[in-house]
């Protein structure tokens, strides 16, 4: 396993499992959802994550493959647009 700290990522994962929690007990948030999402965006942060991240792949084989290729493709496309970006703000 790999950590790769990230202050935004902890603070995007704990804002998301807070909001599961709420989720749980309000009935117009999906609580499960939030929290795995959660769980997803510390996977690199924290061991406890990355289990949590092993059994839900155990569970639901094909989910994690998928949402890992959504995220690097959300990543190449961010790093696409951020190039694009500094080089319009280069040629000013």
Do not use: C, N
Not at 17 to 44: D, E, S, Y
Request: proline content about 4%.
């Amino acid at each position: 396993m790999e950590f790769r700290p990230s202050r935004k990522r902890k603070a995007l994962g704990i804002g998301l499992l807070v909001l599961g929690v709420i989720g749980l007990v309000l009935p117009f948030l999906q609580g499960f959802l939030f929290l795995a999402l959660g769980t997803f965006v510390l996977r690199h942060q924290y061991a406890w994550a990355h289990r949590g991240m092993e059994w839900i792949h155990g569970r639901w084989p094909s989910v994690v493959p998928a949402i890992e290729a959504r995220e690097a493709r959300a990543l190449a496309w961010s790093d696409r647009q951020i190039a694009r970006v500094r080089g319009l703000v280069g040629r000013g």
